[in-house]
């Protein structure tokens, strides 16, 4: 069974850091698409950084700020999130999918950043 754990959101300050995490099972393997999305109350929910390749894909309001990563040995995916403004405020989730079947979300988590 597919199951996606985020963790890492929190309160912070402009210009701080955090990082995200998504731990996958039953193993990171099995995907050959994982991304983080995020989504603000009654707004669409939008690609931040994507791995499908070996070239990470970012949205261009986080470009030299995020990094989506991804170590195998402990079935997560991470994003690392530096000089974070306000506008970054919102609930990020993972996504993953595998060949001949549906996409897989994560619960989510928060993260807010004030000025």
């Known amino acids: 069974q597919v199951q996606l754990m985020e963790s890492g959101g929190d309160s912070v300050q402009a210009g701080g850091s955090l990082r995200l995490s998504c731990r996958m099972s039953?193993?990171?393997?099995?995907?050959?698409?994982m991304g983080w999305y995020r989504q603000v109350p009654g707004e669409q929910r939008e690609l931040v950084a994507e791995?499908?390749?070996?070239?990470?894909n970012y949205a261009d309001s986080v470009k030299g700020r995020f990094t989506i990563s991804r170590d195998n040995a402990k079935n997560t995916m991470y994003l690392q999130m530096n000089s974070l403004k306000p506008e970054d405020t919102a609930v990020y989730y993972c996504?993953?999918?595998?060949?001949?079947?549906?996409?897989?979300w994560g619960q989510g988590t928060q993260v807010t950043v004030s000025p």
């Open positions: 039953p193993s990171i393997s099995i995907f050959n698409y």
């Open positions: 996504k993953t999918s595998r060949p001949f079947d549906k996409p897989y």
């Open positions: 791995l499908s390749s070996r070239t990470p």
